[in-house]
């Protein structure tokens, strides 16, 4: 996301032209997609997989970076976090209504000792969130000009996950989340003088 912006940034006009504006967004959309793709090389080649979720988000982004370029219309790229947000919140969701935390499929090992319940709740929480963003995308994107929305998934999307992400932690550490023993954190410290 960010090289998009960067590379939008870069060659968006102080006139806001739509044939300038359109330019920047191929290129924009361009080094996004060559971004995506190097990333998707690296994780195979250097750490020996690809996690269905890069293969799923970087399928999404060559095809609607594809369809923005052949098109020349930037509605193709803001679509594309709109349907990522929808078909991972159904799917947690669906899971969630079915007693299965997908997500414990994909972060076990970073959430080590959480409770199938714990595992539960992550979903449905996460799952209501991201059908959250997904409108929020679609508001931005009917009112907001292209600049100004792509700001807008810099400024206010990423905040908002991250602020999520730490609303997440009382429920996490209720639900048997595993911390360090603070007799062993103690333990661990370097002496001080």
Known sequence: MLIFFGVYRWYAPDD???IAEIGAVIRGTLAFMVASVIA????????????????????LILGFGALTIFFGD?????????IIYVLMGAALLVGFAMG??????????AFEGLS????LKLSRNWGIFFLALAALNEFLRWYLDFGDWLAAKLWVFLPLSFLFTFTQIPMLLKHGLAVEDADEAVKDE???A
Do not use: D, H, N, Y
């Not at 020996?48 to 399928?59: D, H, Q, R, Y």
């Open 16 to 18: 806001p032209e739509p």
């Open 190 to 192: 370097p002496p001080t």
């Open 40 to 59: 998707l090389l690296f994780s195979k080649f250097r750490l020996g997989k690809v996690s269905p979720m890069l293969w799923f988000s970087t399928a």
């Open 116 to 119: 199938e319940e714990g595992w």
């Open 100 to 109: 299965k935390s997908l997500l414990k499929i994909l972060l076990e090992a």
């Open 74 to 82: 930037p509605t193709f790229v803001q679509l594309k976090p709109t």
